[in-house]
């Protein structure tokens, strides 16, 4: 083994010649970027982090959830992000909508029964719904998912499946008063078969007692960015930009 060390190959790295050098100093340069990449990434959390090109490098969803009470404002806010900053919007409630709906479904009639109790329905379908419409979407710079998650089941079913798959850059809270967004609901217009004050009352209640315990455990976490949702779309809207673009220079 000794007399390896010191054998041919070691001198024809260091005979002089040039072009054995260059390769030599090419592979050191090489080696040196792979591990100082990797030793930045593995330094950074798990299962989120503030920059979209960390998941970019990882090969990884860039994720943005969207949570606030019914009628906050998300379906709106998110469908202007989706034409303005290139984000594709996700919505929980629409992608369950639309297995309801269809044909041959076995959750249809399941689906249905929460909707309308205004209870949760379980992670598995509901997060299987959201992990294939990312794949399904091609490049995107990122998703919004939006009334997503909305309990500590959903949370822990979707650390369970998609950690690894997805980051979660931050958690956007539209915050606004009840009273204002069940008369939102109520407005809608939509033919929604929870928009009725039945459904609501209890979807309200789902959302103090579940879901806003969520969005605290994010906020201990130091990933909500909170924007008041009781004012005009504009205004709403442009404090949102502020705190996307706020998120891309970290
Ligand atoms: N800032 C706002 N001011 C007044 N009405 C709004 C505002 N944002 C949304 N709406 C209306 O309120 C209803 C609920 O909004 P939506 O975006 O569907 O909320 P969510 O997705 O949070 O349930 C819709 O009819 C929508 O047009
Ligand atoms: O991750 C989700 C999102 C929605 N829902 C169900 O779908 C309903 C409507 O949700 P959506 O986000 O469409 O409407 P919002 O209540 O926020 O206006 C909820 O009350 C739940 O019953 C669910 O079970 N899991």
Not at 75 to 83: N, S
Not at 86 to 96: E, F, K, P, Q, R
Not at 208 to 215: A, G, K, V, Y
Request: aromatic share 6%.
């Amino acid at each position: 083994m000794e007399g390896r060390k010191h054998g041919t190959s070691d001198k024809n790295l260091f005979s002089g010649d040039p072009s054995a050098s260059h390769y030599m100093v090419l592979a050191v340069l090489r080696a040196f970027i792979r591990s100082s990449r990797s030793l930045r990434l593995s330094t950074l959390p798990f299962s989120h982090s503030t920059s979209p090109s960390t998941s970019i490098l990882r090969n990884m969803h860039n994720v943005v959830f969207v949570l606030g009470p019914p009628g906050s404002g998300k379906g709106t806010i998110c469908a202007k992000i989706q034409e303005n900053l290139g984000y594709v919007h996700l919505s929980a409630g629409d992608l369950l909508r639309a297995e309801r709906q269809r044909e041959g479904s076995e959750f249809g009639a399941l689906i249905e029964q929460h909707i309308r109790n205004g209870s949760i329905v379980p992670v598995e379908i509901t997060c299987a719904l959201l992990e294939n419409a990312m794949n399904n979407s091609g490049d995107a710079k990122g998703f919004l998912v939006d009334g997503f998650p909305r309990n500590e089941d959903n949370l822990q079913g979707w650390n369970k499946q998609m950690t690894g798959k997805a980051l979660v850059q931050f958690v956007l809270f539209l915050s606004c008063p009840v009273p204002i967004c069940i008369q939102r609901c109520l407005n809608r217009g939509q033919g929604r078969t929870d928009d009725n004050e039945e459904s609501l009352k209890k979807r309200v209640e789902t959302y103090n007692r579940q879901t806003f315990p969520i969005i605290e455990h994010f906020e201990k976490n130091g990933l909500v960015r909170e924007v008041k949702s009781e004012r005009s779309v504009e205004e709403i809207y442009a404090d949102v930009v502020e705190v996307f673009n706020q998120a891309a220079k970290v």
